[in-house]
Structures are given as structure tokens and as C-alpha cells.
């Protein structure tokens, strides 16, 4: 019974997938006059060890692969984890220095409210001097100056 070349058969020695053509070109070669000759079993030979160290080469390859993305996503979380201590950090340093502004901001208007009842207090004592110098109703002018 021949294979087409559409199917394929299970090799249960290596778990390997080889299709009807390849089975088909294997049993030929092993029927000709070729598979008289030692040095045709070993290509046979030869190449399948080459498909099997292929094969342990290539898993090999897929597991230093999978290590390596492994590492560098553990490597990508302690990234993240630093990041998120800094941000909290900034965000800490933040919140203090807008707390400084607010105060500052406060203090500054009280001291903009403070001098300007300071100026006015200043008028009203300089009034009051050119009043007490001033001969012509002395006694009005401290009076006016006083209701003020």
C-alpha cells in the first residue's frame, strides 16, 4: 500500500512527520541495486542523525529562547516595580512643594493685606503730623483725622 503525497504517516521513532513521497523514495532507494552499496545506508544513516541532532539543536535554540525572554521580563517587572517607587517618590515630593506654594501664597497675601494697612495707618499719621503743625484749627483736624 503506497502513500500520496497529501498524507502523511506518523515515524514512531522520532515522532518525526514524513509523507508518502519520502516513504515511497526511501523503499525505492532500499530496493535498488544501491542499497548493496554500505556508503548509500550511511547517507541514510547520516541523515537522520542530522535531523535528529537538527532537531535537539533546534529545542536547545526554542529553550535558551524562552530563558531569555523569561529573564527579560523578570527584568522589565523589577523596571516597573523601581519606576513605580520613584513615581510615587516624585508625586510624594510634589504634593510638598504645592503645599509649600499654598503656604507661601497665603502668607504673602496676609503680608500684601498687612502693608497696606500699614500705608494707611502711615497717611493717617502723616495727616495727623501736618495737622499738629499746621496753626488753623488744630483741635478739626485731629478730630477729622481721628473719625478716618
Known sequence: MFYTNMETVHNCFNDATITGDEIIDILAFLQSDESDNPSGINELVSVDDKKRRRTISNRESAKRSRMKKKKRFEELTEEV?????????????????????????????????????????????????????????TSVNYITTLEI
Open 81 to 137: 516595580n523601581r519606576l513605580n517607587i520613584r513615581n510615587q517618590e516624585l508625586k510624594n515630593r510634589l504634593a510638598n512643594v504645592v503645599s509649600c506654594g499654598n503656604f507661601i501664597s497665603r502668607e504673602n497675601n496676609r503680608l500684601k493685606t498687612e502693608s497696606v494697612c500699614l500705608e494707611i495707618r502711615l497717611l493717617e499719621l502723616y495727616r495727623f503730623l501736618v495737622a499738629m503743625q499746621s496753626p488753623i484749627s
